[in-house]
């Protein structure tokens, strides 16, 4: 048989606009799943997205460039595993230069302890909490948790580190390094004292129930939470923020996985 050769461009043209409009449409589809999966219950996000500079006036643009107020010393975050990316390191170090008190939940490298000791003033104190990974197995991780296994996996795989970034800097001396659970973690002695915290520790649902609860009882009044890995990918992150969303005024830092609540001064 042939095909005439304007019958052969006419089939040739409807495959390729066929082709063309099934992607399209399939790249929506993939959008719109993301998007849903961002809007539990289809519902509007309990936690709204906010420019950081709508967040906090030190991040305004002076239509030169950022403003002064935001300048950090600033690190990369290539080669540090498990770390905060760009925009995170500046909101983080920009905060710190503000803060005399600093509690971080999650050391791993101290890679952000150094970002937030860096930047504190002089005088500043910086308490970090890390779990080490000994082989006793003793911290208290939920078996009822999503993912359980997983998640303690990935918990095990930070907590080998004993020697720490910040160590045998300048600035090593603003910091007290805290081994240890932090379900077991006594936060008495901080209540209301804490200037900025931040939430990155284990990543399962009930220990981000767990130390988000901490952490507010410590900050002061004020004072800033910044919780990381509200995304999706850490179902525990994300289910715990949102709840706690409903409760709180929480903002989703635009161009991060930030989470931010500032207790009323
Ligand atoms: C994602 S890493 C922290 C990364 C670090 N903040 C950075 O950005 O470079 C998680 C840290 O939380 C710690 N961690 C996990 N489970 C913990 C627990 N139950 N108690 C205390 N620390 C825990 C791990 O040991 C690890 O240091």
């Not at 809007?39 to 403003?67: C, Q």
């Not at 720490?164 to 800097?169: A, C, G, K, Q």
Request: glycine share 6%; aromatic share 12%.
């Amino acid at each position: 048989m042939t095909v005439s050769p304007f019958l052969f461009w006419l089939l040739l043209a409807l495959t390729v606009i066929f082709a063309a409009a099934f992607a399209a449409a399939l790249s929506y589809a993939l959008r719109q799943r993301v998007r849903m999966k961002l809007r539990p219950n289809f519902g509007k996000p309990p936690i709204p997205h906010v420019a950081i500079d709508r967040w906090n006036e030190i991040f305004t643009s002076t239509g030169l460039g950022p403003n002064r107020q935001s300048e950090i010393f600033f690190i990369g975050q290539a080669g540090a595993l498990a770390s905060i990316n760009d925009t995170e390191t500046w909101v983080l170090g920009a905060l710190a230069k503000q803060a005399n008190r600093i509690f971080e939940f999650g050391t791993a490298t101290g890679r952000t302890t150094y970002v937030l000791a860096r930047n504190a003033p002089d005088d500043a104190r910086i308490d970090t909490l890390t779990y080490f990974d000994d082989g006793k197995d003793d911290a208290s991780f939920n078996a009822g948790d999503p993912d359980a296994e997983k998640w303690k996996q990935v918990v095990l795989a930070e907590s080998r580190y004993d020697k720490f970034y910040y160590e045998d800097t300048p600035v090593a001396h603003k910091v007290t390094q805290h081994f240890g659970d932090s379900a077991k973690f006594d936060e008495k002695p901080y209540e209301s004292k804490v200037d900025l915290i931040f939430v990155d520790g284990a990543h399962s649902y009930s220990y981000v129930k767990s130390d988000g609860a901490k952490a507010l009882r410590m900050v002061a009044p004020g004072g800033v939470v910044l919780w990381h890995d509200y995304s999706p990918r850490c179902p525990g992150v994300f289910r715990a923020l949102n709840e706690l969303g409903r409760e709180l005024p929480l903002a989703h830092l635009k161009g991060t996985t930030l989470v931010a609540y500032r207790k009323p001064a």
